[in-house]
């Protein structure tokens, strides 16, 4: 398929796995697809069942979890604005409202009683005066009565959504009350008589916490350099199960219809599963001989996982753990009988390693075109808490059709490497040191001969929009000659004001303090204040309904850009949040960017 235009059709097509979830007692295995409809779906199964969708309309669909007897679905159906209705869904029945259609709140989790009518639920809402407020509280609505009953109140934003016990007793949530970097874990009961702490290991360290099979609290806490994992019952003391420097943690779950604990290991933006025995410490790894594999649970007489590598699109699949060869892998979902195009025709990429200014080792991922070279795309990730992966990412494999390098560079801050190289980006800060991580890696690229001057161009979402117009206002146009940002942060004061609450607090964590404590750091990294060094080409892409990166800082940069004569093209998706996820607008989006990169390229 050497025709751009019919791979794209076929990568469109292409389903790619968003979410799975495995019931706790291994009944039904449930996952989010994108790809096969215009939005994304819920798709479920059981162990001897076939693949069903479960979920429907224009709205972009994402499983939140199971009804108490593994039977059914919970899914959130979200407009674009993230203020999503939670409808109820059973094999074969037509879905249930459950909540309002488009409620005046952000909803963290949610959650069903086995024995009660009750929904759980972390809202930035106070039912009582009918108001939204700044912090995410825990609630417990009465579905017969409509009654609202708040269980626990987080005095600061950015706590999450509650959890489950598994005898229905307990709720288990993450506030961030004591620092913006910190993250304890509490326990409330389901009637919000007590409300405690129960693991903290420093006000600017994160807990990270899940319940087990018996009902003890299961967690990674932050040391200085790693993550330990260890387990606190509800009454008695903590004990740790691993706590190994060299071994960097970056996951913690249930193994469902076990009472074993999937950790997920990983090294240079690959992972794989470590299976811990949460009475005995014990561990053993599960790891492929290439690419990612996260184990789910228990379903039916077998494992199941899922895996993903650069030519596997991501998929779930039964498997053996002593054996975890992909030859020998299962679909669980009929991923194959959906394949627009054979896996061989996809590009795999290539690590490529470089230093940064200050000597850090920093590594990406280069693809490259089977073509003459057209150029070179940095794709750049968002978070910045996050990182590239080796997957089969569609836009991707369309620049390369197009006649184009691209790369996607893991700077400081991403994860993957270890705390430590997490942490580094709050040394200096957004617009710091991670930056010029970016900038070398050009600088290495063109060094290699692999870019050429006036050839490179800079684009991503979130973060990568933040730093895609960091990179057009601060790198000469012979490293960066155009920048196409997507939903990206352009003043960080108003970005701080007018995004989600619970949002606010990362960026006090990354800047060192709010807008009004560090006034001079929110200005000096605010690529706003820069865009008169603009001297390549410039696409300002936006999702009208984003809440998170929201339209206000389009309209405050496009005002400085008017008044300096600096020239840019605008695309905005009205039916869009954050992120362009609609399968017509990504088709629109991914031949603009070409186009537009293309042309860029052509005009130094």
């Not at 919970?74 to 203020?83: F, S, T």
């Not at 929904?119 to 700044?134: C, P, Q, S, V």
């Not at 599963?273 to 014990?282: A, E, F, K, W, Y």
Request: hydrophobic residues 40%; aromatic residues 8%.
């Amino acid at each position: 398929m050497t025709d751009p235009e019919r791979l794209l059709e076929a990568l469109l097509d292409l389903p790619q796995l968003v979410q799975a979830q495995l019931s706790p007692q291994g009944r039904l295995l449930a996952w989010t697809w994108l790809g096969l409809e215009p939005t994304p779906q819920v798709w479920a199964r059981t162990p001897e069942g076939a693949p069903q969708q479960v979920s429907n309309g224009p709205t972009k669909n994402f499983l939140v979890g199971f009804l108490p007897d593994g039977d059914g679905v919970l899914y959130a159906a979200d407009p674009g604005d993230e203020r999503a209705a939670l409808y109820t869904a059973r094999l074969g029945a037509t879905p249930r409202l459950l909540s309002e259609p488009h409620p005046p709140y952000y909803r963290r989790g949610a959650a069903l009683h086995p024995a009660h009518p009750w929904l759980f639920f972390g809202a930035n809402y106070d039912f009582d005066r009918k108001a939204r407020i700044e912090p995410t509280w825990i609630w417990r609505q009465d579905l017969e009565s409509s009654e609202h009953r708040a269980l626990a109140r987080p005095a600061r934003p950015r706590a999450s959504g509650p959890e489950l016990s598994p005898d229905g007793r307990h709720l288990l949530y993450h506030r961030a009350d004591l620092d913006p970097a910190g993250r304890q874990a509490w326990v409330v009961d389901v009637e919000g008589a007590h409300d405690r702490e129960l693991v903290n290991v420093g006000a600017d360290r994160k807990v990270f916490a899940t319940w087990t099979a018996a009902g003890e609290v299961a967690f990674l806490a932050e040391e200085k350099s790693h993550r330990r994992l260890g387990v606190r019952p509800l009454e008695g003391s903590a004990r740790t199960l691993i706590n190994d420097p060299t071994l960097n943690l970056e996951g913690l779950a249930r193994l469902e219809a076990t009472p074993l604990l999937a950790a997920v290991v990983v090294e240079n933006a690959r992972h794989h599963t470590l299976i811990v025995d949460p009475l005995s410490g014990r561990a053993r790894p599960v790891k492929p001989p290439f690419g990612n594999l996260r184990l789910l649970g228990r379903m039916g007489p077998g494992w199941v996982g899922v895996f993903s590598s650069a030519i596997h699109p991501a998929d779930i699949v039964i498997l053996d753990p002593d054996d975890p060869d992909p030859a020998g892998f299962q679909s669980l979902t009929g991923l194959p009988e959906h394949l627009p195009l054979d896996p061989s025709e996809l590009v795999p990429p290539e690590d490529f390693f470089w230093k940064s200014r200050d000597g850090l080792t920093i590594h990406g991922f280069l693809y490259r075109t089977k073509k003459r070279p057209k150029g070179t795309l940095v794709l750049i990730h968002g978070g910045p808490t996050a990182r590239a992966s080796e997957e089969v990412r569609p836009e991707v494999q369309y620049y390369l059709a197009r006649g184009f390098n691209v790369f996607l560079p893991n700077y400081r801050g991403s994860t993957g490497y270890g705390l430590a190289f997490q942490e580094k980006i709050k040394e200096t800060g957004w617009g710091g040191l991670e930056q010029e991580d970016i900038t070398t890696g050009i600088e290495a690229l063109i060094e290699a001969g692999i870019a050429e001057p006036y050839r490179v161009g800079v684009t991503g979402t979130s973060y990568g929009g933040y730093s895609s117009w960091w990179q057009i206002t601060h790198a000469p146009p012979a490293l960066v000659a155009a920048a196409a940002p997507i939903c990206g942060m352009t003043d960080l004061v108003v970005d701080y004001k007018t995004t989600r609450p619970d949002l606010r607090p990362y960026s006090e964590e990354m800047l060192g303090g709010s807008p009004e404590e560090v006034p001079e750091r929110y200005r000096e990294r605010s690529p706003i204040h820069y865009v008169d060094r603009i001297r390549g080409q410039l696409l300002i892409v936006q999702g009208a309904l984003d809440p998170n990166v929201t339209p206000e800082n389009v309209r405050a940069v496009e005002a400085r850009l008017k008044s300096h004569g600096i020239p840019y093209e605008l695309l905005v998706f009205e039916d869009e949040g954050h992120g362009i996820i609609k399968k017509e607008n990504r088709r629109r989006l991914y031949r603009r960017l070409a186009d537009f990169f293309e042309a860029a390229f052509a005009a130094f």
